[in-house]
């Protein structure tokens, strides 16, 4: 069973052709890995499914139903939550400001969040629920941005290098916190230049190049498939 | 003592008005980023149709104060319209061709309402309740513009309210720092522009409603109120409502006390404060570095290249035809081929600085005025031949240019925009009010050309051969190493200066050759038509030449003189044909638009590469 379902999708930036034939699937529950070096294409992949980049071919469903070529607000809106890379936190508004921003009404079969219920997942939130979210170190700030994304109750989650820039030890709340997402039926696809968080979260990964899905096994399998990883992964 | 206080406080009442104007110019452009010129004409409408509801309301019935609120509805209404009808449809577009598009939208309304109102301007009836005077440290103030006092304020504190404690405030506000996050986050966006407009409109129309009871309605209202609501807005900080209240009053009071110590350069003191604050905060009193509107990610700018052989034989043809034509035109023919060279250059000029130099300018008028002023000043002050006039034309235009662009290459984008507006109105104040020496709104007469080329045709050829040459050179320098450091400026400042190109410095010499050339066209619109006058310097003028530039299309650089022609030949055309020139006019921008976002030429390109 998948939720969100990928086909072959295409993407171009004016005549540069950026995503080629892209397609992988993430069912309810599952963490999916989306690795690759920096530029091959894991936030254009992530924008492309969000509608951010106008996709020039190919299909996105989620729960079989198509979202391709709608605005991102109505695949928002579908159940596709999207954090972004460089987390893009409404900086003049509050920490509840910006949840509030995110909240979209409950939808039936969906976990339901509320901000109670996220400052128990993100306690530091809840500390700092009235303090400009400009006025926050970095990890508070990812918190939020994951955080803000939830409140529209997604069924799919797209984390964009969650991790970045982030220290080690909230790099481990994090996981986590990836983790309890997850166990709560969440399809969370995740895109990591490295591999140590991939491996401590994801079961599936997918290996993109320059545009291209140059890879796809179990987690364990690419662990164990170092020709594969020195070709697409070392730096 | 008692004088400076009763002063003070009519300040505060010009300074409620304005800004009920500017933050909903604010807020528009917060959220849409559109510079929104039409915001004076719906400023206009409200003040036209407030004086409509209240003097011929159906049967009397609404009364003074329903005729406001009526007024402020309709006002919202048309707001409504042209947003659902208009802006959403390109928003995607260039940031300037949305410009244009509620410049077309400005036009309209004003020849809308000459059909309506008539020419002749209007006095509404005093508000019921608030007539007569109060007394104030026993003097006489009158008692609306002390309830004006208060509009200001209250107005400020609902927004306030409406921004700060709604969640509808709280999605306008993230939607001014980041509207593609908002949108990813499920909110629908053109709700939300749709909302914002509609408020914005609404306070326009309350303003023009208001104002009223306090002074005849013109058909001028639109551009001289929008204009200083642009000057607050700047002052302020875009999308800043508290900034728009602190610099409403600043102005307000800068003019209410300007006009007794200055009483002569009222006009300058304005924009000469906006200049300052610009210089000293970028972004404005209480603004921030605005985060660049974030675009749907895609493509940049457009590689521009050398012609391509069709175009290049294509304008061969046309440049041959423009030097064999002039001998079979009648006189007239060949007063309008003047006018369409000198416009040309001035569109090319404009262009050089606005396409590959990125710097929109809402004030080219300056140098083309200046230089127009120049040749007619030699002649009047040293009585220089036209052979020299011509000379002085780019060279004070120049000097301007290095004057003004030191400020200018500062900034960038709107801020950048307005600041070349402030300076263009501070030289057409000067050319206004310095009647000693411009001869004020009388202008100069008798600026002739030199006895061998009085005659049409040669004055033809003289200026032709001018134009092309400056437009070629122009031209020349887009491609040479000067402009390729100037486009990897405009593409990424911080990476053209790791590479070695002192990119503030190139721009300063980008905005003074688009001065030199905009004068040297100045100065030969000054032989053609043998007079100067401070329209020249106006800002109908700047945008006449923005309209040309994108019109043609802002991306290629045979943009500027198709749009140069078009517009000439379209504006000549229709005030021949019609009396509703402007409306046509305004119907034809907005049709080309919303059916060519990227310019004639740039349409044509497009077309070209489709069959490629």
Known sequence: MTVLTVEALNAHYGRAHVLADVSLTVAPGEVVALLGRNGAGKSTTLKAIMGLVPPTGGRVRLDGRDLTGRAPFEIARAGIGWVPEDRRIFTDLTVAGNLEVGRRPPVAGRTVWTPDRLFAVFPALGRLKDRPAGRMSGGEQQMLTVARTLMGNPSVLLLDEPTEGLAPVVVEDLVRTIRSLASEGLGILLSEQTLPVARAVAGRAFVIETGRIRW???????????????????? | MEFLVLQALSGLASASSLFLVAAGLSLIFGV????????????????????????????????????????????????????????????????????????????????????????????????PGLRGPITILGQRFPLYEAFLILVGPAVLALLWLLLNRTRWGTLVRAATQDREMVGALGVDHRRLFTGVFVLGSALAGLAGALQLPREGLSLHM???????????????????????????????????????????????LVFLVMAVVLVLRPHGLLGRPQAEARAPSGAGEPVLRPATRPVRILGTVALLCAIALPPFLGDYGRVVMIDMAILVL???????????????????????????????????????????????????????????????????????????????????????????????????????????????????????????????????????????????????????????????????????????????????????????????LSISKSVDGLVMVLLGG???????????????????????????????????????????????????????????
């Open chain 2, 32 to 127: 849409t980023r559109i510079v929104n010129f039409a915001h004076g004409s719906l400023y206009m409408l409200g003040a036209y149709l407030a004086w409509t509801f209240v003097e011929h309301g159906p049967g009397g019935a609404l009364g003074f104060w329903g005729g406001i609120a009526a007024a402020v509805a309709a006002t919202a209404l048309i707001g409504a319209v042209i947003e659902i009808l208009l802006l959403r449809r390109i928003y995607r577009a260039p940031e300037l061709f949305q410009l244009l598009a509620t410049f077309g939208v400005v036009l309209i309304v004003q020849d809308l309402a000459l059909a309506i109102w008539g020419p002749q301007d209007l006095l509404g009836p005093r508000a």
């Open chain 2, 554 to 612: 802002v991306r290629t650089i045979s943009g500027p003189i198709v749009g140069a022609v078009a517009f000439t030949g379209l504006e000549e055309q229709l005030t021949r044909v019609t009396d509703l020139w402007r409306l046509v006019l305004g119907l034809a921008i907005v049709g080309l638009v919303l059916a060519f976002p990227a310019g004639l030429a740039g349409a044509a390109a497009a077309l070209a590469e489709r069959r490629r």
């Open chain 2, 222 to 268: 639109d551009l001289a109120v929008v204009t200083e609501a642009f000057v607050v807005v700047v002052v302020g900080g875009l999308g800043s409502v508290g900034g728009a209240f602190l610099a409403a009053v600043l102005i307000g009071q800068l003019h209410a006390f300007g006009i007794l110590v200055f009483p002569k350069i009222t006009l300058v």
């Open chain 1, 216 to 235: 796809e096994g179990s987690m364990a399998a690419l662990m164990a498939d170092d020709a594969a990883r020195a070709r697409h992964l070392a730096v």
């Open chain 2, 346 to 536: 001035f569109a090319a000029s404009l262009h050089f600085m606005m396409g590959p130099g990125g710097m929109a300018s809402f004030g080219h008028a300056a140098p083309f005025g200046i230089g127009a002023y120049g040749s007619a000043l030699a002649l009047k002050l040293a009585g220089a031949p036209m052979e020299v006039g011509l000379a002085a034309a780019p060279f004070a235009a120049g000097l301007a240019g290095v004057a003004f662009g030191w400020f200018c290459v500062r900034l960038s984008g709107v801020y950048l925009a307005m600041l070349t507006l402030a300076f263009a109105q501070i030289a057409w104040s000067v050319a206004f009010q310095w009647v000693e020496v411009t001869g004020g709104d009388n202008g100069l007469l008798g600026v002739w050309p030199s006895d061998w080329a009085r005659d049409r045709l040669v004055y033809l050829y003289l200026t032709l051969a001018l134009c092309l040459g400056g437009t070629l050179l122009l031209r020349r320098a887009i491609f040479s190493p000067f402009g390729m450091a100037l486009r990897a400026g405009r593409d990424s400042p911080l990476r053209a200066e790791a590479i070695g190109i002192p990119v503030g410095a190139v721009r300063w010499a980008a905005f003074v050759i688009a001065a030199v050339m905009a004068g040297l066209a100045g100065g030969l619109f000054a032989y053609a038509k043998g007079s100067v006058f401070p329209t020249y």
